[in-house]
């Protein structure tokens, strides 16, 4: 079964760590990623850069409008995902609790399902 893994970032966190600290957090991610390639489970695993640089397309009044981030509404950010394929919600949850971004970030977990379900 699919699972979205979502990393739920507080906005302006990246920008307050040093490039250390930035190196150590995405070496240990990428790492993460390995660990669950190596299982069998790792779809696809991709940070995001910070929502600065993202662009929402979206109808105002009937007319599709972009909108350049930062989205001053948000407090957070998707800072990246984990797309899982396991057994069940139960598998992807312990994955979700070993994942070192739980740490610092909110660690969301979705299933995967048409948009109809």
Do not use: W
Request: proline fraction near 4%.
């Amino acid at each position: 079964m699919p699972f979205l893994m979502l990393i739920i970032e507080p906005r302006g966190q990246r920008a307050a760590r040093s490039a250390d600290e930035a190196q150590a957090r995405y070496d240990e991610m990428s790492a993460f990623a390995g660990q669950l390639n190596e299982r069998g489970v790792l779809r696809a695993a991709e940070s995001l850069r910070a929502d600065e640089h993202g662009v929402r397309v979206g109808q105002v009044d009937g007319r599709l409008q972009l909108r350049d981030g930062p989205f001053a509404e948000a407090k957070e950010m998707v800072g990246g995902f984990f797309l899982l394929d396991v057994a069940s919600l139960d598998e992807a949850l312990e994955i979700a609790r070993q994942c070192p971004a739980a740490r610092f970030a909110t660690v969301e977990v979705r299933e995967c399902a048409p948009c109809n379900a």
